[in-house]
């Protein structure tokens, strides 16, 4: 049974860093496609940054140069670096995994089979 468990969240000033991480266990971080999204309250989940089984990355644009993927498989486990944070990064962060996933795919939230239960992301100015 595949779970994911986020953390690292919290609160944190404009310009500041967090990294999540997302530990995933019921299968090996690299032999799924696994990415991070955010819902805002009221808006619709968006895809932050993703990783292809073949070790390729890629990020939205409204976050690129201040947001990093990676994974490590020996921990299973997903992490996000987020540095120069800003308000409108404000959201519940989710990391995700998919079995079948195809490149342009990757920041759809909809291709995604398996969700973590998320974590909070604040952003103060």
């Known amino acids: 049974q595949v779970q994911l468990v986020e953390s690292g969240g919290g609160s944190v000033q404009s310009g500041g860093s967090l990294t999540l991480s997302c530990a995933a266990s019921?299968?090996?971080?690299?032999?799924?496609?696994m990415g991070w999204f955010r819902q805002a309250p009221g808006k619709e989940r968006e895809g932050v940054a993703a990783i292809h089984k073949d070790g390729s990355t890629i990020v939205a644009y409204a976050v690129k140069g201040r947001f990093t993927i990676s994974q490590d498989s020996a921990k299973n486990t997903l992490y996000l670096q987020m540095n120069s944070l800003k308000p409108e990064d404000t959201a519940m962060y989710y990391c995700a995994a998919a079995g079948s996933c195809s490149w342009w795919s990757l920041l759809l939230h909809t291709h995604y089979n398996y969700w973590g239960q998320g974590t909070q992301v604040t952003v103060s100015s």
């Open positions: 019921g299968y090996t971080v690299g032999s799924y496609c």
